[in-house]
């Protein structure tokens, strides 16, 4: 809900009670629903996002883009996420053809150019022309996710979109608080959260990784624009070193990619809080910040040993020393660290048929909702993280299975249900911009 009002978290859009608990940002928190045995029924709210006006004739105010139901899609321009109506039909269809054209050759591979074509086209209608992406164009999706902007903002910039990627991280800039850090999600272009959600500290390493990759993704004449970012990225690694300076070496609990209140600190926030130090390390350097580089890479050594001491000897939990794994170790290998962590990737690899759904796709943990729901933004992910450790099948099959369970107007859904059909919002951003980040690793002449 745009206007602030307390809409259910986007992981959680199912009827139950709010819960007042601790949280980093604030007192009021929430929690998991509790977890079903059974298969879920959720709608698809859209087959996809089209520019242009709604086709009942009365837009939103404010809005320049409407939701496409399954049964609107001849309303569209062919081949396009355009809608014919629209009264500026030519110049957005002339910005959506100018994205295409500048996306590199990899976006070509023969096996899964349609894949990579949707991916853009789902970014384009949610970020282009906006004053920050948006995680989806439902009501209660509308909103810039730090960690969902990260995503974006390194797709765009692996896809040519320099001037997008740039735009993505001085939005963070200007949403990012004096003292570095990062509201869950904010209402587009501003500071502002929608809600009272608690503020989560894995924001500060999502900002750092995508300042570091955008910039490395940059042709070197424009490198220099990293000078009008400084501020995001010493605010960031400020934040994260103060946080991982405790006796423990563990930052403070917050929330991460599961969006729901913690007591203990996560593995993916140890692990994108590490992912950010390493990318710090290297933004610093370049802005001649070479005592604070120092510090960060002091900092880094000290959360890396302390995240293989309390989360690695027990085999990768998601809480420290006890419970069952999530993809967390995802965020402790390439694209978001440099290194490949053996023993990380082994136990990502070890626990795919516990993540496993029955439509073929992913949940976000082992312990997650047993109701039969596969999650594409985990599963892309994942995709992308196999694609750059030597699991290349792995990564091309679930990248086929992300094409496969697209909706009828060429989206990638939030989830799919265990029947394989689409549901929640379309297009989701994250899941376009990893599934993005997933094909340009894979071989061209990968075959199925």
């Keep these: 809900m745009v206007n602030g009002s307390r809409g259910p978290s986007r992981r959680t859009f199912v009827a139950a009670s ?15 629903w509790p977890r079903t045995t059974y298969p879920r029924r959720v709608p698809l709210y859209s087959a996809t996002v089209a520019m242009g006006p709604s086709p009942e004739g009365e837009p939103e105010p404010g809005t320049d883009r409407t939701l496409i139901r399954p049964d609107q899609l001849s309303l569209l321009v062919p081949q396009s996420r355009v809608v014919q109506a629209a009264p500026n039909v030519e110049l957005l269809l002339a910005r959506e053809r100018a994205m295409l054209a500048a996306a590199p050759e990899w976006t070509q591979a023969p096996r899964f ?35 969902d902007c990260a995503f974006v903002a390194v797709a765009q910039a692996l896809t040519g979109q320099y001037d997008a990627a740039l735009k993505v991280l001085r939005f963070l800039q200007t949403a990012q608080a004096a003292d570095g850090w990062f509201e869950a999600r904010y209402v587009p272009g501003t500071n502002r959260s929608p809600d009272s959600r608690p503020r989560q500290l894995d924001g500060c390493g999502w900002a750092l990784w995508a300042a570091d990759r955008v910039f490395a993704a940059l042709p070197d004449a424009r490198r220099r624009e990293l000078a009008g970012l400084a501020h995001l990225v010493v605010r960031s690694a400020d934040r994260i070193i103060t946080s991982v300076s405790t006796p423990s070496g563990l930052p403070p609990a917050t929330p991460d990619y599961w969006e729901v209140s913690e007591r203990s600190p996560t593995l993916a926030t140890c692990a994108m809080l590490s992912a950010g130090l390493e990318s710090a390390v290297r933004l610093l350097d370049a802005l001649g910040e070479t005592g604070r580089a120092e510090r960060a890479a002091t900092a880094l ?12 000897r027990y085999g990768f939990p998601r809480h420290p020393g006890r419970g069952d794994p999530d993809i967390g170790s995802a965020f402790l290998l390439p694209p978001f660290r440099d290194a490949v962590n053996e023993p990380a990737l082994q136990r990502l690899v070890g626990i795919l048929p516990r993540l496993r759904r029955p439509a073929g796709g992913l949940a976000p943990g082992v312990t997650w909702h047993q109701d039969g729901i596969s999650w594409t933004p985990e599963t892309a992910t994942v995709a992308a993280v196999f694609a750059r450790t030597g699991q290349v099948a792995r990564a091309a099959e679930m990248v086929q299975w ?22 929640a919002v379309a297009p989701l ?9 997933a094909i340009e690793k894979l071989p061209p002449d990968i075959k199925g």
């Design 301 to 312: 050594v000290r959360l890396d040993r302390t995240i293989k001491q309390a989360f690695g």
């Design 402 to 423: 992300l094409a496969d369970h697209r909706t009828t107007g060429g989206s990638y859904p939030e989830k799919v249900l265990e029947t394989g059909d689409p549901a």
């Design 18 to 32: 709010v819960v007042t608990v601790a949280g980093a940002g604030g007192v009021l928190g929430y929690q998991a």
């Design 429 to 437: 951003a994250w899941t376009a911009a990893a599934t993005l980040l």
């Design 113 to 147: 150019a349609d894949a990579a074509r949707s991916a853009l086209l789902d970014l384009h209608v949610l970020a282009d022309g906006l004053p920050s992406p948006v995680a989806a164009w439902t009501p209660y999706w509308r909103f810039s996710w730090p960690r």
